[in-house]
C-alpha cells in the first residue's frame, strides 16, 4: 500500500518554464522520503472542492524537496499556477504505483509526449547515461526540460509535429523504431493517449518490456471514488477494470486495452 501524508508544504522555488507552464519546488520531507519515479500528487487549489494530480518530476531525498512541472488547463491549474514562492501547497503524497526500476540494464529509452516529459526526469536522473530520452511536443513553444534531461542523459531527441525545434520532424514513435532495432532493455512512456498507444504496440510488436503512464481525471486519488477506471487485462486474457490512481499510473504496456 502507497505510504502517503497530507499536509501542506512550503514553496522555495517557482519558474514559468514555457508557455502556461510551471516548475514549483516544495520542501516536504517525509514525502521526498518515500517518493518514487512515476508517482503524483493531488494538490487542492484555494477555493476548489477537488484536488488536481500532478506528476512528480524531481526528487531529492538528500534537500527533502519535491519539484512538480505542470501546465495551466483550467481554473483549478490556473490557481495554482498564481501560486509563489513563500506560498503554501495543501498536498496528499507520493500516491500511485511508480515505474519498475532495472539496476542491472544497459540501455532504457525515455518516451515523453508534452506534459508527459516532466516524469521522465526522475527516470533520467535513475538511468543516468543509461537512458536515452526521446521528447514529443506540437511545437517550439511547447518544448520544455531538455536542458534538464540533458543533464542525466547520454542522448536526447526532440521531436515537434511541425518541425518548428528540435531535431526530428514528426511524433516520437520514428526515433523509437530506430531503437527498437538496436535492441533496448525497457521502455518507459507518458504522454497522449493515442503516442501511448502507438509506444505500446512498437514495443509489444517487438518483444522489449514497456511500461507506460497513464493520464487519467481523478477525484480522491487513493482508489475510493472508483472515478478513474482503465480497462486492463491480465496475463490469462482476463480482462477486468483497474484504477489509474491507485493500481497506475503507471501500468504494463500489454495490460492497457486501448
Known amino acids: 500500500m502507497t505510504n502517503y501524508t497530507q499536509g501542506v508544504y512550503p514553496i522555495s522555488e517557482k519558474q514559468a518554464i514555457a508557455q502556461d507552464t510551471y516548475s514549483f519546488t516544495l520542501y516536504c520531507p517525509a514525502v521526498a522520503e518515500n517518493a518514487k519515479p512515476g508517482q503524483f500528487v493531488h494538490i487542492l487549489p484555494k477555493g476548489y472542492g477537488l ?32 501560486l509563489n514562492k513563500g506560498d503554501f501547497m495543501d498536498m496528499i503524497a507520493p500516491l500511485g504505483h511508480g515505474f519498475t526500476l532495472f539496476p542491472e540494464a544497459e540501455h532504457v529509452v525515455l518516451v515523453g509526449g508534452g506534459i508527459g516529459v516532466p516524469p521522465m526526469l526522475p527516470l533520467a536522473a535513475y538511468y543516468g547515461s543509461k537512458a536515452t530520452v526521446i521528447s514529443g511536443f506540437r511545437s ?86 472508483l472515478g478513474c477506471a482503465c480497462r486492463t487485462k491480465d496475463a490469462d486474457g482476463n480482462e477486468k477494470y483497474l484504477h489509474v490512481c491507485k493500481n497506475g499510473p503507471v501500468f504494463r504496456a500489454e495490460e492497457v486495452q486501448w
Not at 190 to 216: D, F, H, N, W
Open 51 to 82: 484536488r488536481r494530480p500532478i506528476s512528480i518530476a524531481g526528487i531529492d531525498k538528500e534537500k527533502g524537496m519535491l519539484r512538480l512541472v505542470f501546465a495551466v488547463r483550467g481554473k483549478g491549474t490556473e490557481s495554482l499556477a498564481g
Open 140 to 225: 517550439f513553444p511547447q518544448v520544455i526540460l531538455q536542458e534538464d534531461l540533458a543533464q542525466y542523459c547520454a542522448k536526447t531527441i526532440c521531436c515537434t509535429e511541425d518541425g518548428s525545434a528540435g531535431t526530428v520532424k514528426g511524433f516520437v514513435t520514428a526515433p523509437l523504431s530506430d531503437l527498437l532495432r538496436e535492441g533496448v532493455n525497457a521502455v518507459y512512456a507518458c504522454g497522449p493517449q493515442a503516442m501511448l498507444k502507438a509506444v505500446a504496440r512498437a514495443c509489444i510488436e517487438s518483444g522489449t518490456y514497456c511500461e507506460v503512464s497513464l493520464e487519467e481525471r481523478m477525484a480522491c486519488g487513493i482508489g475510493a471514488c
